[in-house]
């Protein structure tokens, strides 16, 4: 990876006035579902929520409506900035049940980009497919783990791979499934606490290096083959207040999670460069982009 600073339009990023702008009447709102419309009309004060929400790690009275608009919001000026066609094909791994990413498609590309993402757990997916009933762009979810991601896509066709707090997952997943643990069909918030435990037994025990990083540099790697060149990988990782102090919770590996995944391409020699854009914080969000 080579190291630079290159200046993007639109910046700086995520200011918090247009960010409660775009939730609570632009472009946003415009793309959500009538449920979280109706979440997010009933919710109090809500610029200091949305100033909540852009905080790092999220604090302890965090609105999860908002946070959810407020992360779509990101992703949305994040695309806006990076210039991205709006007929844009985009990749994301381990989608689950969360939806940020596709709403900012959808509103970015007007109905005109394309989604498809790689994602093992089937009750998220399902989840997933129920919020996503108004959304008028192609989306697909393919069952499958993102190391097959070179069955399902073709190398340079993808303009944007998002990983959105999806380096936790593959981690989580990479050390779960050799333990026994059937990552497809858990439910995954309630198995959570055991994968995250495991996580931070193969951390403290200097395994991940054989366990873990293998997994997630295989997904990576593959995502820069799909990304066209000039396109981007984005990173973002966040984590909540309510986690610190917490025995079993790996806060340091978790607060390091962007830090060390940035440290580990750059090792790998990919052909990526880092962007960086005023106003993100490069503790928890990593922009690159594919060498021309
Ligand atoms: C809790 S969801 C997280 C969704 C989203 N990344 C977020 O944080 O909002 C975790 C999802 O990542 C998926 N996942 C983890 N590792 C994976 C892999 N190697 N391939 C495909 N999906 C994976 C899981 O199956 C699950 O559906």
Request: hydrophobic share 40%.
């Given at each position: 990876m080579t190291s630079g600073t290159e200046r993007a339009p639109f910046t700086p990023l995520w200011e918090s006035t247009r960010i409660t702008e775009a939730i609570a009447a632009g472009a946003i709102h415009n793309v959500l579902c009538e449920s979280a419309r109706l979440e997010l009309a009933a919710v109090t004060e809500l610029p200091a929520r949305v100033a909540g929400a852009l905080l790092n790690p999220k604090p302890l009275d965090i609105c999860m409506p908002v946070l959810d608009a407020v992360l779509a919001a990101q992703y949305f000026e994040l695309f806006q900035a990076l210039r991205l066609p709006q007929d844009m094909a985009v990749y994301e791994p381990c989608?689950?049940?969360?939806?940020p990413v596709i709403l900012a498609a959808e509103a970015h590309g007007g109905g005109r980009a394309n989604y498809l993402s790689i994602n093992l757990n089937r009750r998220l997916r399902e989840q997933l497919r129920a919020k996503l009933t108004h959304v008028t762009m192609p989306v697909r979810i393919v069952e499958d783990n993102a190391q097959e991601a070179l069955l399902h896509l073709s190398a340079n066709s993808i303009d944007v791979a998002c990983f959105h707090h999806a380096v936790n997952d593959i981690l989580q997943t990479a050390v779960s499934e050799p333990r026994g643990m059937d990552t497809t069909d858990v439910d995954w918030f309630p198995n959570e606490r055991q994968m995250i435990e495991w996580l931070a037994e193969d951390a403290n025990a200097g395994c991940l290096e054989h366990r873990g990083k293998p997994e997630l540099m295989k997904i990576v790697t593959d995502a820069v083959l799909l990304v066209r060149p000039g396109g981007y990988l984005v990173f973002d990782h966040f984590n909540w207040c309510r986690f610190i102090g917490v025995d079993w919770f790996p806060w340091e590996l978790f607060y390091n999670l962007i830090p060390m995944t940035r440290q580990w391409i750059a090792e790998s020699g990919l052909p990526v460069k880092e962007t960086r854009l005023d106003g993100m914080d490069t503790q928890w969000w990593l922009v690159l982009r594919k060498s021309v």
């Open positions: 989608v689950g049940a969360s939806c």
